[in-house]
């Protein structure tokens, strides 16, 4: 009776699971095939051009496009960014089956280098008073190439090649837009920037437009060509709905900040120190293994120098040494100068915005300096003390003569050379200690 008890308690329970999950994705059916919104989306680009950039408005724009929106508005504010993301990005805007604005905005903001280049490739450029555009000559980055990105030294040769691919680009964008061709390629070649209304004048953006509503007030109407044909909107009644930045975009935003890319990278090498010197610690290990893994993402969306990275990885080294091998601190100035100049060297751009603040790169140094000297100070402290085991711990020791040659030390019979000359009972100090044989002298 019991058995069978127990068979229909399973029977109905597995029905009520099945009617819950049956619900539950229903309902999440629904919920996706209800996903048709009408209207402007628009989505807020804060940062510098890079592989989080790229995926943000390559995501938006694919939402759009599948949300059957009739505008997509990109609010961009950027110092600019890798060359090989904003190609994406202008490809994305170039191609995309949906009206796109990119938006320079609020005021204040700028679309700088590799700004310039998204500009122009979307279907309408707009700025906020009090906005720029420009600044677009090329230089290396890292290893990345050249267009609208950070910074480093290029040969003649490959330097002019970068610019002449830059301006052919700038220019077959200008064309397809149809927007001022030769002040883009001034940008390109002599790094000129020009404000929002001047940028208005000089049909270098279609719209000046002091907020959403009145970019929408003055977009309305306009018509837009998308491939073979084109579109008229009528966004006048659109309520804008914006695209929030998931918390993965967000965290990966913040990581690959190369301020925070160069501590996390710092606080994992020291967290797995820590652990190897004190096994069982458990929580240094773990932090530190994240904390790598975080910074070896962030520096792959990075310019890094690797010669940099070596210099901080061989001052880890020399700290180590430091503490193993006594060198009265020669490996540790060592240490701490090739940890500055690997520090300053780490990224390979002199684009500020791709610079590891200084104060952080000094107060870094000079933390870890100190944590390693502090170490180091326990472990000569360690080195001179006295030995107090083994047979090495026993001279110095107080013993006292026994009978047959004998000496009782440290709660041990011990033979003696020169015991026997020596009347039982008086104390004695081991001087030396052969053979296991101790040398004793009276006190």
Known sequence: MTYRTGQKRIKYNSVFVFLFLSAFLLSHFFLVADIHASGVAQ????????????????????????????????????????????RLICQDLLNADIPVCVYVAPSGARAASAGLFIAYSAHIAAMAPGTNIGAAHVVSMGGGGGGGGGAGQMDSVMSEK????????????????????????????????????AALDSNIIDILASDINDLLAQI?????????????????????EEYPLRFKDRFLKVITDPTIAFILFNLGWLGLMIELYNPGAVLPGVVGVICIILAFFAFQQLPINYAGLALIIFAVVLFVLEIK???????????????????????????????ISMTVIITTVLLISAFFLFVLYFALKAHKRKVTTGAEGLIGAVGEIRAGGTVFVSGELWKADNASDLEVGVQVTVVAIENMRLKVAPR
């Open 43 to 86: 989505v807020k680009i804060d940062m510098a051009i890079g592989p989080i950039a790229v995926k943000i408005i390559s995501k938006s724009i694919d939402r759009a496009i599948t949300e059957e929106r009739e505008l997509l508005i990109i609010e961009l504010n950027t110092p600019g960014g890798l060359a090989t993301s904003m």
């Open 162 to 197: 970068v610019q002449n691919d830059a301006v052919a680009y700038i220019t077959s964008i200008a064309k397809q837009r149809n927007r001022n061709i030769e002040w883009a390629k001034r940008a390109v070649l002599e790094s000129v920037s020009i404000d929002a209304q």
């Open 220 to 240: 309305n109407g306009l018509e837009i060509p998308l491939g073979d044909a084109s579109v008229v909107l009528d966004v006048s009644d659109d309520d804008v």
């Open 325 to 355: 091998v006594v060198s009265h601190g020669v490996l540790a100035v060592g240490g701490v100068v090739s940890m500055f100049l690997g520090s300053v060297m780490l990224i390979d751009s002199p684009a500020p915005y791709l610079q």
